[in-house]
């Protein structure tokens, strides 16, 4: 099997209550990065808007996910365990990367769509190379709220898809589902 294939056949998402706290060093999340910003884009719009939250920063968005939780859940709905959940995140978590998606109006949107996601891929793609760090896309934590857009400095207009929390776990998963 080729190495890409092995990539592509072993990428797992792994969930928070896996990472270990331990910090994923700044080499991997700069080659993530930079693996991100090679994803295809029709017309070269580059449509992705990635933006690293680590120490404080991260801190402060996990207490505003915390915010949005308590404030916008509706009393019926409202988990207690889900909110211990995310009281988790700044101990858990290494990094965040706010996913966000500006909009040419050059193309369609789902081409734009497309192209973020295709960065985020190989964003998760380099995890692989990592024997203990991993990622975990999350599209909860108020994605899309006014709160969120602000909290992570998207510009007006802009579309926010999610969160990718970076942590580093003790032993991956590999085997598929599939």
């Not at 709905?77 to 998606?101: A, C, P, V, W």
């Amino acid at each position: 099997m080729k190495k890409i294939d092995a990539f592509i056949h072993t990428r797992r998402s792994h969930y928070v209550k896996e990472f270990t706290g331990e910090t994923v060093p700044n080499e991997v999340v700069e080659r993530m990065l930079a693996n991100g910003q090679m994803a295809p884009s029709h017309k070269l719009t580059l449509p992705w808007r990635l933006k690293v939250f680590s120490g404080i920063e991260k801190d402060n968005l996990c207490k505003k996910m915390e915010q949005y939780y308590v404030e916008k859940t509706a009393a019926e709905k409202f988990d207690q365990k889900k909110l211990e959940k995310i009281r988790t995140y700044s101990n858990k978590i290494s990094h965040i990367i706010s996913i966000g998606m500006h909009l040419s109006h050059q193309i369609p949107e789902w081409e734009e769509l497309a192209a973020t996601a295709m960065a985020v891929q190989n964003m998760w793609l380099t995890l692989s190379d990592e024997e203990h760090a991993a990622g975990y896309w999350t599209t909860g934590n108020g994605t899309g709220s006014e709160m969120m857009k602000e909290a992570t400095g998207l510009a007006e207009g802009d579309v926010q898809l999610g969160f990718f929390f970076l942590g580093m776990v003790t032993e991956k998963r590999w085997a598929a589902l599939r």
